[in-house]
């Protein structure tokens, strides 16, 4: 859409004609694409961005880079809010080729595969799946009963996904208004999920708002888990049952979540970190090759001493 349109529909002044394909991050937007400045934690990033234009507020207008074009509005996380419904692909393709199966590919009754979806060799599609349009699943892959995957989502090789998982959903993005009002970020990005990679059953890996949330290759993930929107997750990692990445969190290789261990989202864990069972994670972990517990999170020997300290407490209370 020619951003003069854009503009002219959320209520904004622009005269520009430049022609703009979609919404992206200060970060990763390119000059035929939308950003936004909401935290000025990422003021830096502004000053950096190749953006075509950026919702900003009149306080950080002068911010804006000489070749970007500052769409100012009261609440910049609203105007990306309104302006992604616009940008969100239909629900359903109505035209596109046929699904292209590989060959020796098993699928059974009451699977439903999409346009433009492609399927590799040796796989393996029992009963109840949907697969979305758009689709690209590798080869000798297994998608089990009642497994979703939804438009535009990648499955490399080799991949094994269990049944009732839903890769794809939307990510939990809503902005909210002065008076309370929660409006809908539509998600219009997807997900990658790598090679050689197993999903537990009944789990959910919610596609990005923009770009993708990745799921790199070797990942072993448990029954139970969420991982939430533009989340990335490093070669090797492995997840134990419920638990839960908050949005945008980057984990290195080979990280360990323990059960119904958590993050709070916006922050990276180093390569080779494990966290223990119920560990919350709400910083950043720069060090690698750590042990983690608890909440607020401390390494997991000073976790154990602590333990053990409140344990005596508690007995000479008796």
Request: overall charge neutral.
């Amino acid at each position: 859409m020619i951003l003069s349109s854009i503009a002219k529909e959320l209520n904004l002044e622009s005269n520009s004609d430049i022609n703009i394909i979609g919404l992206n991050t200060l970060k990763d937007a390119t000059a035929n694409e939308i950003s936004f400045l909401e935290n000025k934690k990422y003021l830096s990033q502004l000053k950096d961005t190749k953006a075509g234009a950026v919702f900003v507020t009149s306080q950080f207008k002068e911010e804006v880079p000489l070749d970007t074009i500052a769409l100012v509005c009261d609440v910049p996380y609203e105007s990306l809010a309104k302006a992604s419904k616009i940008f969100a692909p239909a629900l359903v393709e109505i035209n596109g080729a046929k699904p292209k199966i590989g060959t020796n590919c098993n699928i059974m009754l009451n699977v439903h595969i999409g346009l433009n979806t492609t399927i590799g060799d040796n796989c393996t599609l029992m009963a109840g799946a949907f697969i979305g349009d758009n689709v690209t699943i590798g080869d000798n892959c297994v998608i089990y009963p009642n497994v979703t995957i939804y438009r535009d989502c990648i499955v490399g090789d080799d991949v094994m996904i269990h049944s009732g998982t839903v890769i794809g959903s939307d990510g939990f993005g809503f902005a909210t208004t002065k008076t309370g009002q929660h409006i809908k970020i539509y998600q219009n990005g997807n997900v990658k999920i790598g090679s050689n990679v197993e999903i537990g059953a009944n789990c959910t890996i919610d596609r990005a708002v923009f770009s993708s949330t990745i799921i790199e290759d070797l990942v072993r993930i448990d029954n139970l888990v969420h991982i939430a929107h533009n989340c990335k997750i490093g070669y090797g990692c492995i997840f134990a049952g419920q638990a839960g990445l908050s949005g945008s969190s980057v984990l290195g290789k080979y990280v360990v979540m323990a059960g119904q261990s958590a993050t709070t989202g916006h922050l990276e864990i180093a390569p080779y970190t494990t966290i223990a069972g119920r560990g919350v994670v709400s910083k950043s972990i720069v060090e690698p090759k750590k042990q983690w517990a608890g909440f607020p999170l401390m390494e997991h020997r000073t976790w154990l001493k602590l333990q053990g300290r409140i344990s005596r407490l508690l007995q000479k209370d008796k």
